[in-house]
Every structure is written in structure tokens, then in C-alpha cells.
T-cell receptor, first 117, second 112 residues
């Protein structure tokens, strides 16, 4: 299947700082990317949908000013957690559509684990 | 998107077939059934998807009932590496890139 890569895999930061997570589609162009968050022992929760060249669509309850999403190219989307706090510590996962077979399956990155001290 | 119901957990002996059921009684005509799995601390991995016909690939088989209200994912020869959370998801369109909504999934434990 198609490859989606996230960076960094894990990050530790101090409370109040901002953290940027990158999501890249390595071998295909992704017109749409999705960002999920997963807390321990819970399922994935969709945060926002990112379309190349347009503003992201956020799910209800997700603060758009806190979780900034930029999808400037067909192979890169970034999620910036601004003024991070300990409650933002989580596993952040991106997924991308538009794979080689173009049959609708979405491919996921390896995830980025954020720990806010 | 239609909601799905899966058992919370299942066990399977290594080398045996693992049959994971999923109910999606409110599925509509244009919705596909997708299966993903998530191994601990990794991103979800695509397994298989289908609309109404049974499907098979190198990882698994997907059996969809004639009324499409339920399906079964079959791992023909489970290994210890198949231990994971398995998610059954229904989503509109096979070529659209609509969002995937994850439920709680089934925790499959494969034991020696």
C-alpha cells in the first residue's frame, strides 16, 4: 500500500510551547488528509479534515486556534499544537487519501506521541 | 456514516482461523465496509474493504452477508503478530476520500 510518514515519532515539550507535527505522503499525491487523536486505551478520534489549498474543517469540540492545520502541498500537511498543555498529551495520527489504486482506502502514518510536561 | 457493532474482545489460537464479526444493520446502498487494524502504539493498517461481494487479498478475506447488514473478517492462519485491535468501519463511496469514523473495535489476542 501507499506510504504515509509522520515526523517526529515522539516529542516532549514544556507547557506553553508550540509543537509542529508533519505528515507526508511519500509515493502519492494526497488531496485530503485527516488528523486524529488517540488517548490511552481509547479509539481514534477525528480532529479535522485537511484539503490541499483550503482551510481545514474541524470536528465539533476541536479548537481550530489551538490545533493549526496547514496543507500547503499535495504531499504535506502539518498540525501545530499551540501553547500545549499536559492535557494535550496524546498520540496524534494522520491519514491520507488518493493512493495508487484510487479505490478509497486511506493510509495512516505511524503516529506521533506528544508528551507535554 | 452507518454505525458498526463489534465484540469487545476475541481470542484465537496461533495457526487457526480468526473470524471477526461486525454488524452494520443501518448500512446504506453506497456505503462500503472497511477493515483496519491497529497494533499497539502504531497507526492503523488497512486490511481490506468491500461493497457487497466477498473479497480476498493477501492479508484476509471479507465475507459480507447478502443483506449487507453484517460482515466477517477472516484471518485464515492467525499468527502472534496478528494480535491487534480490529476496526470495522462503513463509509460512503469506494473512490471518495471521506473520513473514517472509528468505533471501539475488537481486541484480538492470538495465543500460542
Amino acid at each position: 500500500g501507499a506510504v504515509v510518514s509522520q515526523h517526529p515519532s515522539w516529542v516532549i515539550c514544556k507547557s506553553g510551547t508550540s509543537v509542529k507535527i508533519e505528515c507526508r505522503s511519500l509515493d502519492f499525491q494526497a488531496t485530503t488528509m485527516f488528523w486524529y487523536r488517540q488517548f490511552p486505551k481509547q479509539s481514534l478520534m477525528l480532529m479535522a479534515t485537511s484539503n490541499e489549498g483550503s482551510k481545514a474543517t474541524y470536528e465539533q469540540g476541536v479548537e481550530k486556534d489551538k490545533f493549526l492545520i496547514n496543507h500547503a502541498s499535495l504531499t504535506l500537511s502539518t498540525l501545530t499544537v499551540t501553547s500545549a498543555h499536559p492535557e494535550d498529551s496524546s498520540f496524534y495520527i494522520c491519514s491520507a487519501g488518493g493512493g495508487l489504486t484510487n479505490t478509497g482506502e486511506l493510509f495512516f502514518g505511524e503516529g506521533s506521541r506528544l508528551t507535554v510536561l | 456514516d452507518a454505525k458498526t457493532t463489534q465484540p469487545t474482545s476475541m481470542d484465537c489460537a496461533e495457526g487457526r482461523a480468526a473470524n471477526l464479526p461486525c454488524n452494520h444493520s443501518t448500512i446504506s446502498g453506497n456505503e462500503y465496509v472497511y477493515w483496519y487494524r491497529q497494533i499497539h502504539s502504531q497507526g492503523p493498517q488497512y486490511i481490506i474493504h468491500g461493497l457487497k461481494n466477498n473479497e480476498t487479498n493477501e492479508m484476509a478475506s471479507l465475507i459480507i452477508t447478502e443483506d449487507r447488514k453484517s460482515s466477517t473478517l477472516i484471518l485464515p492462519h492467525a499468527t502472534l503478530r496478528d494480535t491487534a485491535v480490529y476496526y470495522c468501519i462503513v463509509r460512503a463511496g469506494g473512490t471518495s476520500y471521506g473520513k473514517l469514523t472509528f468505533g471501539q473495535g475488537t481486541i484480538l489476542t492470538v495465543h500460542p
